[in-house]
């Protein structure tokens, strides 16, 4: 399946923004038409090919194992489910990116910072 912005996702998720790509999902902008178009991220696993049905299977497992994980630093999934043989992952929209986003970017903290940083 290829995706652009406009696109609507699962019947409910208007893609506004690529936000990035890895060696195995998308990551987009999203507005949740559902919730009145409070916006996400949206994370889709194999969004070209799909998944067979173990690596769903194995999917839904790692995604039951991490569901009670809970600290307020950690992005965590809100909602899960399958769209086209996708699994995707429905989290929250962090405008600023993420951490190792801006690590990348900027090559590394000082110590001041990284206290900050662990702190916050």
Not at 23 to 37: I, L, P, S, T
Not at 53 to 71: C, P, Q
Not at 72 to 83: E, G, I, K, N, Q
Request: charged letters at 20%; glycine letters at 10%.
């Amino acid at each position: 399946m290829q995706l652009k912005a406009g696109d609507i996702f699962a019947g409910r998720y208007r893609l506004l923004d690529h936000i990035g790509t890895g060696g195995f999902a998308m990551v987009w902008k999203a507005a949740d038409q559902m919730a009145e178009d409070a916006v996400v991220a949206i994370k889709i696993y194999a969004p070209d090919k799909g998944m067979d049905t173990s690596g769903i299977k194995l999917f839904r497992r790692e995604y039951a194992n991490v569901l009670d994980i809970n600290h307020p630093h950690l992005l965590t999934a809100r909602y899960f489910d399958v769209h086209d043989g996708s699994p995707y992952l429905v989290m929250s929209y962090c405008p600023g990116g993420s951490l190792f986003g801006v690590l990348v970017d900027r090559g590394q903290f000082t110590e001041t910072e990284l206290a900050a940083v662990l702190v916050e």
